[in-house]
DNA sequence: GTCTATATAAGGATAGAC
DNA sequence: GTCTATCCTTATATAGAC
């Protein structure tokens, strides 16, 4: 691995970590093993370091909601894949914690890939949604987009609630507490979409 | 005022808007307007300082918890009032974005206080979607703890998507959501508890 | 390209005058 | 109780040697 791409994996740890406000130069540096020098040369400072392992990680989620939305199955099956893939709760989002630093928040820039990053991730499980809407899976008069953004925001508050007691139990509660309000009509059941019927 | 009042005071709204690692004892310094004397009178640091706000914060979100769900009405219009309660949404939630601080999760002091804040709640909640279960205004297969756990992370969360956004639009799509997802029977018809029903 | 040295400011706390 | 002066460390960046 290159000494930029050591730096870039370097401040994406400390970001998740410890965040943009919480993260120094100096810190960076020591974890990676390598001089100022480096760093200045490669990139023009700490923004524009952050600015690529943000784009970076940003790229990587984006992949991974994409492989788990585009994998087979009901809409209420890759939802579900969704809220209950593997996660370091405790550590939360790498993405949503960025929300909370107010110098990310302040600059466009460093705003923008994390703005993307959410808004892909909620349109893409407001095309789930629609498709279970419109294949009989959940309640017709579902507004799509607008539960596509409860079930962003359940994972991200999730986080919050695990953090802030220490344990992962309130995020599986949370996820739990969604999914059954999704499936309001047979909780256990298997759910097979009811076949289209004509528009008409 | 106090000078320690003001220096508490001064500290919630810093610890609001840039968190407690963003937030110097410089800083809360000059914009309560005391040198640094008073404050390392009154307090041993900024910890000590911090501990303060953040315990004062809670109790004042404590209170104004209890004031929404105490008041009169069915379990869906408590719940309601308190997902629709005013807000600075683009400043997010006082109490949740300490979650994301490093230096807070890492002292089990400061993050005592978030945890109280949080828990308790998520407990009032809880009781709530308890009487619409039983009252037959939810389904009866929920689960009231997951479902208050949901509720509190579809507003924490709300923050995140709105931050993210630049744009409080987000943090109301996911409140609809999750309304709708309640009231997924009759989402528009005004909902009057069923009568209670003898138990045998 | 990478390193060490240096510079300026800020973070966080102490000492002691008033 | 409150203030100013001082102290040591860290944050962030630049300069220049190799």
Known sequence: MSTQDRLIE?????????GYVGTSPKAILQ???????????HFTGKGDLALAAITRTGEEMRAMIDGLLDAGGSAYERIEAYLLRERDVLRGCPVGRLTMDPDVIASDELRAPVE??????????AVV??????GGEFAPHLVAADVAAAIVATVQGGYVLARAAGS?????MGVRGLLSLLS?????????????LPKD
């Open 168 to 172: 992962t139990d309130a995020f599986d």
């Open 129 to 134: 949604v629609q498709e279970g809407v419109d």
């Open 116 to 125: 993307a990053t959410i808004a892909h991730l909620k349109d893409r499980l």
């Open 10 to 18: 370097t401040t994406r740890e400390l970001l998740w970590e410890r």
């Open 184 to 196: 309001p009509s047979s909780p256990a059941a298997s759910r097979t979409p009811s076949p289209d």
């Open 31 to 41: 974890r990676a093993g390598v001089g100022q020098g480096s760093m200045y040369h």
